[in-house]
Each structure stands twice: as structure tokens, then as C-alpha cells.
């Protein structure tokens, strides 16, 4: 079954406390993978699309790199202004649109 | 305005009633979707429209209804909802309905009572 699978579903740091979220597909024939950031009762908010295995993209304190089977999100040196909910999603040649992963809720405390 | 916007913003409504929400998109795309956000689920597409034509409906039931009257505009009428209908609908538009980035608007926060 196609799918896409975000983890942890929550994760709590403290400001300055780098860390990574994970979002790993079984999908067949993969076109682009995306991440958003969505803050509560917004709608998300694009941050970056990876096409091919080793491909990396950064912007400020976040770094997105793509592998044949998962893309993890880096967060370094988080700052409470970070915290928000982490959106992947993945366009696959079989399914003709974008499905989306639960999302991780990340908070990041002072 | 800029990007993508959705009106309004929040809606209550009760089952019989009808109301439509509307998006506009100030980017020049040609695909317009609308999706489902629920709480703690996966955003879930509802249509995807493509240079006006619909392209895709993901087994929404009938009592969702959708309209493109040009790439600019997409409308979702609402008529004899349920309560589980009760979610943030987003829309988002892409210069084609391919695997080109997806933009979203701010969302309807619906509530059916």
C-alpha cells in the first residue's frame, strides 16, 4: 500500500537542542517529496521539494535530505519561533496526486 | 492580495442549511484542489481541478460540491452536512496538477451543528 509515515509524532526540545524528524514512503515511481510547516488553525506553509536520492535543500535552521526510501527534516539550534507542526508529503507516479503524512507536532521550549 | 485566499474564514452551520466557501489564487496556476484537514488525520484531497476541468474526486460524497468557473476561482458548496463533516478545508493551487509545489491558502474553519 502507498504510504507516507512521519516520526516522532511529537517532540519536544529545548531551544537550541538540534534534532531530526523522519518521513519514510513506500511508494513506487517517486516524482517530489515536500515539506510544509503548519501553525495551529493556518494552512501550511511550503518549505522545501526534493526530487531525487541526495538531494539536500536549507533555509535558516532547517535542512531537508531525501533518500531512496525516507527525508529527514534537521532542525539545528531550534528557537521557540520553530515550533509547529511538520508536514511531508510525497507525489508518486502511480497516484497521480500528493498524499501526506500525519505530520509532527514539534515544541520547542526557552 | 497575494497568494491564496479563502473566505470565510470560519462557518458555522446546521444540516439543513446550504453555504458555499470560496478561494481565489493570485498566482497564475492552473490547478486548483480543495482538501480535507480533520484532527489528528492525514490532510485527505477531495477534487482536483485542472485548467477548470475536474480531474479528480476522491469519493467525496455528493452533499460536497465543487465549482471552477476559471483557474482563478474554485468554490465548495455545502448542503445537508453531518457533524463529522466538521474540519479546516483547505485550498491550494500549483501551476499544473502535477507534481509541481502546492500552495495553500489560509482554510475554513467549518462547524456543523
Known amino acids: 500500500e502507498d504510504q507516507v509515515t512521519q516520526s516522532p509524532e511529537a517532540l519536544r526540545l529545548q531551544e537550541g537542542e538540534s534534532s531530526s524528524l523522519n518521513c519514510s514512503y513506500t511508494v513506487s515511481g517517486l516524482r517530489g517529496l515536500f515539506w510544509y510547516r503548519q501553525d495551529p488553525g493556518k494552512g501550511p506553509e511550503f518549505l522545501f521539494t526534493?526530487?531525487?536520492a541526495g538531494e539536500e535543500k536549507e533555509k535558516e535552521r532547517l535542512k531537508a535530505t531525501l533518500t531512496k526510501k525516507e527525508s529527514f527534516l534537521h532542525i539545528t539550534a531550534p528557537k521557540p519561533e520553530d515550533s509547529a507542526t511538520y508536514l511531508c508529503?510525497?507525489?508518486?507516479?502511480?497516484?497521480?496526486?500528493?498524499?501526506f503524512g500525519q505530520g509532527t507536532e514539534l515544541s520547542v521550549k526557552p | 492580495e497575494t497568494g491564496v485566499t479563502q473566505t470565510p474564514r470560519h462557518l458555522v452551520m446546521g444540516m439543513t442549511n446550504k453555504k458555499s466557501l470560496k478561494c481565489e489564487q493570485h498566482l497564475g496556476h492552473n490547478a486548483m484542489y480543495w482538501y480535507k484537514q480533520s484532527a489528528k488525520k492525514p490532510l485527505e484531497l477531495m477534487f482536483v481541478?485542472?485548467?477548470?476541468?475536474?480531474?479528480e474526486n476522491n469519493s467525496v460524497p455528493s452533499r460536497f460540491s465543487p465549482e471552477c468557473p476559471n483557474s482563478s476561482h474554485l468554490f465548495l458548496h455545502l448542503h445537508t452536512l453531518q457533524p463529522e463533516d466538521s474540519a479546516l478545508y483547505l485550498c491550494?493551487?500549483?501551476?499544473?496538477?502535477?507534481?509541481?509545489?502546492?500552495?495553500f491558502g489560509p482554510g475554513t474553519r467549518l462547524t456543523v451543528l
Open positions: 526534493l526530487y531525487s
Open positions: 481541478y485542472n485548467f477548470k476541468e475536474q480531474t
Open positions: 508529503a510525497v507525489y508518486y507516479n502511480q497516484g497521480g496526486k500528493l498524499i
Open positions: 491550494a493551487s500549483s501551476q499544473e496538477a502535477t507534481s509541481d509545489t502546492q500552495y
